[in-house]
């Protein structure tokens, strides 16, 4: 793995350590998660975030464990660092910050005061809501140490504000809040007070309510006489009867796992990334990939289904992501058992010809023309990275439905027309991957027919031929009285998608029979995929890619919009207005290097160096926001500072899938 450190001039620098986060995930859904200074910014940050039912649904539990040390001549120093609604910064902690490393997928912080070192490193255990803290004297002493426990127990999307007093029981070695969660450590003693005003800039720059009321319910304190001392305290949801492993153990499992994972991926590897490099990707990837228990009996819950979270720390599972996501998270890292379950598991929610795209917020929604094309895409992958016979013969009746749905029509006017090609498109809704909405009305209206989905469209249909034929099966499906070869679909789509959709410039139509007259015009990247897929309709065009770099590419993927368009809007910053505006109007989406590079691979416009100098930024990207992770946007105009979600799904998994490829591989 990349080694990620810091010393004082950024860990303890407030802009510069607090613009750099840090995650932990447990595995099923929750997670701990802050930035390099410590100072918490986000309304998602926090040390124990417990998911429910499903990744969507999660609490903030403990909010952060503040280090109060008294050293030996009675003085009080306190390394934590809160924002208050005055603009006040107190404590400042930060300030004392010696460095942040983040090892093996693990952060971890050193504050000096003079001749005294005090150490902190964290980790979940993996499977279950369940944190190990360990604080360590590294050098000087005789110490003694405090940790100020700050709790809530609220939705992580909300804040919690001060009223009642919080129902707080008394627990062996600690507490249980609000019935909820359990923490343990030494010397337990009660506080019992509300911190008022509790301000997250982060969130006031978003344009969102900033402002809370936490708990303190009290401290953990120990002597740490001599260097190697430690005390520890862990935190967990689930079964509070029964006590985790200790907080040492937890951390050391926690290395040991990270260092496997990324030792078995980067032996996997053949392409232009470094070992280290995806030794980190794929330690970043196992973050997505959870497992949504059935029950949560115990902080150590039996597996469950496998399901992906889209990004941290805001977003659940959603279609799209998962299926786009799939080779990279499941076939490059080798987690063959678990993806084809998931396949199974989601090929159960097919409705009308459609997979939900949102199945984790209590309501199944089928709002997306692509999702279900991802999937035909992710099933194919499998079974041709695999050779899993067994999976084809099971679900490729799934894809020959989905293709008989489509062909006769679905929801939202999705349905094939009479030249092969998918239309889609109804009022309030915006189907494409570019869905963004203000005040209902869609930012980027792609009514009709846009090219990748149409690109899609002509790779599932392949699919279906392909994994039909795989399982001796008839690639035909059912039309009334008779049967409609897949052959002939195929066909008539690539016919048609040749004669739609190239331009006089080489580059392909964004959108064909919109209402728009301005649909062809724009130079977007969704065009890639009509040269990326693995049965797509096209071959590239190295002309055409040239251009298309040198107008969307960045140092961390592509622009979802040409500068030189009016419509163009470089910031993907301020209100959830404004950044809806942005989202798909030249904010750069680091997945897209995925598509961008295979396309450029098939087209032998690339060579082995050029392949390794599109990485370059990407790699030094794992350093500067998301830490050891991709970020899901990021601002259209230079530099390009990370936006969105700090750990996003599809950015990890595309940059690990064609960064372990040969550039002959795909």
């Known amino acids: 793995m990349i080694p990620i450190r810091f010393g004082g001039q950024i860990a303890g620098d407030l802009a510069a350590g607090s613009a750099r986060e840090w995650l932990v995930a447990d595995g099923v859904g929750g997670y701990a998660m802050g930035t390099v200074s410590g100072l918490r910014t986000r309304r998602y940050h926090g040390l124990l975030v417990v998911a429910g039912d499903s990744p969507a649904n999660r609490r903030l539990g403990l909010a952060s464990l503040?280090?109060?040390?008294?050293?030996a001549s009675g003085a009080e120093v306190r390394l934590a660092t809160h924002e208050w609604a005055s603009g006040a910064i107190v404590p400042s902690g930060h300030e004392l910050l010696e460095s942040f490393d983040l090892d093996d997928g693990l952060p971890r912080w050193r504050w000096r005061i003079g001749d005294v070192v005090i150490e902190r490193e964290l980790a979940m255990a993996a499977g279950g809501p369940c944190l190990g803290v360990v604080h360590r004297l590294v050098a000087g002493g005789p110490v003694r140490l405090a940790l100020d426990a700050v709790v809530t127990w609220r939705d992580v999307h909300g804040e919690r504000h001060a009223g009642r007093r919080p129902d707080v029981a008394a627990a062996a070695g600690g507490i249980v809040f609000e019935g909820a969660y359990r923490l343990f450590g030494p010397g337990w003693e009660w506080r019992s007070v509300w911190w008022e005003g509790v301000h997250y800039r982060e969130e006031e720059a978003r344009g969102l309510h900033a402002v809370e009321d936490l708990w303190h319910a009290g401290r953990f304190v120990a002597a740490l006489p001599r260097p190697g001392d430690t005390v520890e305290v862990t935190a967990w949801a689930g079964d509070l009867g029964r006590r985790p492993r200790r907080a040492t153990e937890i951390v050391s499992a926690g290395r040991e796992r990270n260092r496997a994972i990324a030792a078995i991926v980067a032996a996997r590897s053949s392409g232009p990334l470094d070992a280290a490099t995806v030794g980190s990707l794929?330690?970043?990837?196992?973050?997505?990939?959870?497992?949504?228990?059935?029950?949560?009996?115990?902080?150590?819950?039996?597996?469950?289904?496998?399901?992906?979270?889209?990004?941290?720390?805001?977003?659940?599972?959603w279609t799209r992501?998962?299926?786009?996501?799939?080779?990279?998270l499941f076939l490059s890292t080798g987690r063959i058992d678990e993806g084809r379950a998931l396949l199974q598991a989601y090929a159960v929610t097919l409705s009308e010809g459609m997979l939900a795209n949102t199945a984790d917020t209590g309501e199944l929604r089928f709002n997306s023309v692509d999702g279900t094309l991802w999937f035909a895409y992710a099933l194919d992958r499998h079974v041709a990275g695999t050779g899993d016979v067994e999976l084809a013969a099971e679900l490729a009746p799934k894809l020959l439905s989905i293709v008989g749905a489509h062909v006769a029509g679905t929801r939202f006017g999705i349905r094939m027309t009479d030249d092969g090609l998918l239309t889609q498109g109804a009022d309030g809704e915006a189907l494409t991957w570019m869905d963004a909405r203000v005040d209902g009305v869609a930012v980027t209206a792609r009514v009709g027919k846009p090219v990748e989905v149409n690109a899609l469209w002509v790779n599932a249909l392949a699919s279906a031929a392909v994994l039909s034929r795989l399982a001796g099966q008839p690639a035909v499906i059912p039309d009334g009285g008779r049967d409609i070869e897949l052959d002939a679909l195929l066909r008539s789509a690539r016919s048609a998608f040749a004669a739609r959709y190239p331009r006089r410039d080489g580059m392909l139509a964004d959108v064909v029979d919109g209402p728009d007259p301005r649909g062809a015009r724009p130079v977007r990247p969704n065009q890639l995929l009509a040269w990326s897929l693995p049965y797509a309709p096209l071959a590239p065009e190295p002309e055409a890619l040239e251009a298309i770099g040198t107008?969307?590419?960045?140092?961390?993927?592509?622009?979802?919009?040409?500068?030189?368009d009016?419509?163009?809007?470089g910031r993907h910053r301020g209100g959830p207005a404004d950044r809806d505006r942005a989202y798909h109007q030249g904010t750069v989406w680091p997945w897209l290097i995925g598509p961008y590079i295979d396309a450029c691979r098939r087209s032998q416009l690339s060579?082995?160096?050029?392949?390794?100098?599109?990485?370059?930024?990407?790699?030094?990207?794992?350093?500067?926001?998301?830490?050891?992770?991709?970020?899901?946007?990021?601002?259209?105009s230079a530099p390009h500072a990370g936006t969105g979600c700090p750990f996003q799904a599809w950015s990890v998994a595309e940059v690990l899938r064609v960064g372990m490829t040969a550039p002959d591989g795909i």
């Open 66 to 71: 503040d280090p109060v040390v008294t050293l």
């Open 282 to 317: 794929a330690v970043a990837a196992d973050a997505f990939v959870v497992r949504v228990p059935d029950g949560r009996a115990s902080a150590g819950a039996a597996a469950g289904r496998p399901d992906v979270v889209a990004g941290y720390p805001w977003f659940g599972t």
């Open 321 to 328: 992501d998962t299926m786009l996501s799939y080779p990279g």
């Open 551 to 564: 107008a969307l590419l960045t140092p961390i993927g592509l622009r979802s919009l040409d500068p030189a």
């Open 566 to 569: 009016p419509d163009f809007r």
């Open 607 to 636: 060579t082995t160096p050029y392949d390794e100098s599109v990485f370059v930024g990407l790699v030094r990207h794992l350093g500067e926001f998301g830490l050891g992770s991709v970020s899901e946007t990021a601002d259209g």
